[in-house]
């Protein structure tokens, strides 16, 4: 098996990456933070909700703009990187995003518009319009697609959140050939905060192309404004760790994930809240 991983990441290693990994940006790119986590983070507030559970955007009290770049596998061909910016507004938040997946031969290119607002002190919801395009040899053509996602999050009691995130829930067409759709993805979480410093994260996923996979992460606020973070992934099994800082507006997360048979990914990103 790690005799074929190796002949996957060889000669041809960019163009078959790039097909196996096209769900990175229509899943959703997140940042270091979540990425550190696991990426159990459908119940996390945020920024980069925008990538991953919209309704943890009604969080956010000020503007707030932000980068991520995503190294799969310690191959540029495979690297994803998203640029974010969220408004807070009397009626709701706003944000916009862009994503990028892939290289000059393959990529996919993910535009989003959200909206996410609270309900009452314990219940958010989001919404968000996406427009995917995919470049690729002329051969195939570029193909385009409208789509939208929408999610939930709810605090039933203290030191506790839940969400759930439903991802292309109309199965949108890419393409008329063999029917090719954007896969589906629902997602399901909770989170406890033990103290103000230690928080347990959960979620399941399922795609309509995929088995369920199961994510756990753990954060610890070592000192003021500086965290540890730590987590688990299955299928392919996927070992995260990282670290944040805050200071004044300015947010940085970097994160390390090892993988089952291919390289070891990075990730950082920076956020900037006014």
């Known amino acids: 098996m790690q005799q074929q991983n190796h002949t996957i990441v060889g000669k041809h290693r960019f163009t078959i990456l790039a097909v196996l990994l096209a769900a990175a940006v229509t899943a959703g790119a997140q940042d270091g933070n979540f990425e550190a ?11 980069w909700s925008v990538n ?6 009604a969080d956010l009290q000020r503007f707030a703009v932000g980068i991520n770049y995503q190294n799969r596998f310690q191959l540029a061909e495979t690297s994803t990187k998203s640029v ?3 408004l807070h507004t009397r009626t709701g938040n706003f944000a916009l995003s862009f994503n990028r997946f892939g290289y000059s031969q393959y990529s996919e290119n993910s535009f989003g518009l959200a909206y996410a607002r609270q309900f009452g002190e314990r219940v958010s919801a989001g919404l968000q319009f996406d427009y995917l395009n995919i470049n690729q040899p002329s051969a ?5 697609v409208s789509l939208f996602e929408v999610g939930l999050q709810a605090k039933p009691i203290d030191n506790l959140q839940v969400g759930v995130h439903v991802f292309n829930p109309t199965k949108a067409k890419m393409a008329e050939y063999e029917d090719e759709r954007v896969n589906t993805s629902f997602r399901f979480g909770a989170s406890y905060f033990f103290s103000q410093i230690v ?15 199961c994510k756990v992460g753990l954060e610890y606020q070592i000192i003021n404004n500086l965290y540890l973070r730590t987590g688990f992934r299955s299928k392919p099994n996927e070992f995260c760790f990282g670290a944040g800082y ?3 507006g300015l947010t940085f997360d970097f ?5 089952q048979y291919l390289p070891m990914s990075t990730q950082v990103s920076l956020k900037y809240s006014l």
């Open 84 to 86: 974010a910016a969220a």
């Open 52 to 57: 991953n559970n919209q309704a943890g955007l």
């Open 255 to 259: 994160a390390f994930s090892t993988h």
């Open 246 to 248: 805050t200071y004044k």
């Open 140 to 144: 195939y053509g570029n193909n385009g």
């Open 37 to 47: 986590m696991a990426n159990a983070s459908v119940m996390q507030n945020g920024l």
């Open 199 to 213: 928080q347990l994260a959960a979620e399941v996923e399922k795609t309509m192309q995929t088995d369920l996979r």
